[in-house]
């Protein structure tokens, strides 16, 4: 194999293995489980590769007809191994298909002829997996939990269980690097978890400035019929953590015929426990909201940039966010953000400078905080946009992998890709 494009002290080959049972960053966002972390496993990968660190992503097979093999990008694809039927299964029945994950990642480690120096897992699905894994191959183990359990649980969500939590507190007491999104998770995890200072690693995530970046988006927003009024917008699965009812009960407050609330996002697999898109549906019916809320199901990542631009607002009410992506990538668009007052929303969006933080779950404040923003004069909302746009640059995946390369035990400090090189 070529070394072209390495950096002095990178093997030809060496990899890390990246775990994310449930997801997978090949996946459409919004749709089932898919979200910020398939954002965060991408983007990160992408980083590598363009620093020649080659990455394998191992995901469970969902569709017999799927390849083994695809390319994510330079130096870097995703595995899809067989474990459990090769369909989409529910969260709480992934767990028995563990075992086999892992037998599978090992059978194609095997074959794959790439020097593995570490392993990083995501969620709490992959704990029991990469401790193995990361025994038998003698390597690094970092750990990126994404949300937690016991945070879920402080806001009265059961967090899948106790097979869950004990899965989170293996991942503390069998010595992984535990890399958190903001100090404040940093913090949950030694106060729940008992996760020692040493063993932490804040890494903050990032956004690209490129996709993600003020446009003229009148064309989508006349082609929706988003262009006659103000547009507030949400972006995530449609489950109840993410409190999509609490924003639509908020719009129904407005004052204001021609604002329209745009939903983006299908429901995840907690969202069809209760039927959530049926319950929106049926409850913006009985608000007589039905003409002016729209759904649009999950949306390609170029196209939500765009709708981000449509938008005049963007609001994140949930009842916990591990770091908040979606505000973040509004705020890159340069739109306010409206957002709780929780977890890593606090360290995205700057109250009063970027949007507004909301106190406690009362649909009247969220509604009284759209409205401050839309009200905003000409003059004083570009100032808006323009430090929300600047908050957002001090966010990047370059920085985050500054980070994390160390901890892979591989050189900080790495050549530009003569060429864009292959999987």
Not at 93 to 120: D, F, K, W
Not at 251 to 273: I, N
Not at 315 to 336: I, Y
Request: aromatic fraction near 6%.
């Amino acid at each position: 194999m070529s070394r072209r494009g390495y950096a002095p002290g990178l093997g030809a080959e060496d990899t890390v293995a990246f775990l994310s049972l449930h997801a997978s960053p090949l996946a459409r966002l919004g749709q089932r489980e898919n979200g910020g972390l398939n954002v965060y496993v991408r983007a990160i990968c992408e980083e590598l590769g363009a620093r020649g660190v080659y990455t394998d992503i191992f995901v469970r097979r969902t569709d017999a007809d799927e390849a083994e093999e695809q390319v994510l990008g330079p130096r870097s694809r995703v595995v899809a191994v067989p474990a459990g039927p090769a369909r989409s299964l529910a969260k709480k029945q992934l767990p028995q298909t563990r075992a086999e994950y892992l037998r599978g990642i090992r059978a194609y480690m095997r074959r794959s002829g790439r020097n593995y120096v570490a392993v990083h897992s995501h969620y709490w699905l992959t704990v029991e997996v990469a401790a193995e894994l990361a025994r038998q191959l003698g390597v690094p183990w970092l750990h990126t939990s994404h949300t937690l359990a016991a945070v879920k649980a402080e806001y009265g969500f059961d967090g899948d269980g106790l097979e869950r939590l004990l899965s989170e507190r293996r991942a503390v007491s069998g010595g992984a690097r535990l890399v958190a999104n903001t100090r404040g998770e940093a913090l949950s995890l030694e106060r729940h978890y008992g996760a020692a200072p040493g063993q932490l690693l804040v890494a903050p995530p990032g956004v690209d400035l490129v996709r993600f970046q003020p446009r003229d988006a009148s064309r989508l927003g006349r082609k929706l019929g988003l262009d006659s009024g103000p547009v507030v917008l949400f972006a995530g699965r449609l489950e109840p953590l993410k409190a999509p009812g609490t924003l639509l009960e908020a719009f129904a407050l407005l004052a204001g015929g021609t604002t329209r609330l745009v939903f983006v996002g299908d429901v995840s697999s907690d969202g069809a426990v209760v039927d959530e898109g049926r319950q929106l549906r049926q409850r913006a019916e009985e608000l007589g909201l039905r003409q002016r809320v729209c759904f649009l199901g999950a949306q390609p990542q170029d196209r939500l940039a765009l709708l981000y631009c449509v938008a005049d607002v963007v609001v994140v009410p949930s009842h916990t966010e591990s770091f908040g992506l979606v505000a973040l990538e509004a705020q890159a668009c340069g739109t306010p953000v409206v957002a709780a007052s929780v977890g890593g929303l606090r360290e995205v969006v700057e109250d009063g400078v970027t949007g507004y933080l909301v106190e406690g779950r009362d649909p009247g404040a969220y509604a009284a905080a759209i409205a401050r923003v839309l009200e905003l004069a000409r003059e004083r909302r570009e100032r808006m946009a323009q430090a929300a746009r600047r908050r957002a640059q001090h966010f990047s995946w370059d920085r985050t992998v500054d980070l994390l390369l160390p901890e892979y035990g591989l050189p900080l400090h790495v050549e530009a890709l003569a060429s864009s090189g292959g999987a």
